[in-house]
T-cell receptor, first 112, second 116 residues
Framework: QQQVKQSPQSLIVQKGGISIINCAYE??????FPWYQQFPGKGPALLIA?????SEKKEGRFTISFNKSAKQFSLHIMDSQPGDSATYFC???????????FGTGTRLQVFP | GAGVSQSPSNKVTEKGKDVELRCDPI?????LYWYRQSLGQGLEFLIY????????KSGLPSDRFSAERTGGSVSTLTIQRTQQEDSAVYLC??????????????FGSGTRLTVV
């Protein structure tokens, strides 16, 4: 019940294309869903986050889509660029617990 | 400091030895977390410190693992009698307040531990 399942494990996209990464969860008590971006040799960095009271949040080229009934959320990267090549982690938490549960990560490669 | 600082950045140790990993959070951050990232795996929660509250140790995988946070600032993660399966990147993160306040984790660059 505490797991967050992430797919795909790896993704290759052409420059300018749309990258889509999906996550699913079981625990309906989760109420905070962030995405983190990690470059090699660095720690993950917060990219964008959403609460379950909205179905979509957009920041620049990055959009989170949230489907509460399906218990799924996804990250869309529009106009993907080679600089977006990184590993992306979804996560979920029950805010009061202050503890994030992370997915297994998606390695994105964007080719020019 | 400007970010979360972890040391050493790399550590190679022999099986059975004890190791200490250090985390220096952002000044003023009340919450501090340790996670472990194994090859091809997600980030596995280990332990969480919040202010003066008792730490949440629910993620520590065995009694060989322990952590302390002195003076509400620097934290040390200790692994006793290291095993090969302990090889991983150990990440520390801090936040200025509780997660619900909308702050994300700020991670350090991690300590890559290799047990040979």
């Amino acid at each position: 019940q505490q797991q967050v399942k992430q797919s795909p494990q790896s993704l290759i996209v052409q420059k300018g294309g749309i990258s889509i990464i999906n996550c699913a969860y079981e625990n309906t008590a989760f109420d905070y869903f962030p995405w983190y971006q990690q470059f090699p040799g660095k720690g993950p960095a917060l990219l964008i986050a959403i609460r379950p009271d909205v179905s979509e949040k957009k920041e620049g080229r990055f959009t989170i889509s949230f489907n509460k009934s399906a218990k799924q959320f996804s990250l869309h990267i529009m106009d993907s660029q080679p600089g977006d090549s990184a590993t992306y982690f979804c996560a979920a938490s029950i805010v009061l617990t202050d503890k994030l549960i992370f997915g297994t990560g998606t390695r994105l490669q964007v080719f020019p | 400091g400007a970010g979360v600082s972890q040391s050493p950045s790399n550590k190679v140790t022999e099986k059975g030895k004890d190791v200490e990993l250090r985390c220096d959070p952002i000044s003023g951050h009340t919450a501090l977390y340790w996670y472990r990232q194994s090859l091809g795996q997600g980030l596995e929660f280990l332990i969480y410190f919040q202010g003066n509250s008792a730490p949440d140790k629910s993620g520590l995988p065995s009694d060989r693992f322990s952590a302390e946070r002195t003076g509400g600032s620097v934290s040390t993660l200790t692994i006793q009698r290291t095993q090969q399966e302990d090889s991983a990147v150990y990440l520390c993160a801090s936040t200025p307040d509780r997660l619900g306040a909308g702050y994300g984790y700020t991670f350090g660059s991690g300590t890559r531990l290799t047990v040979v």
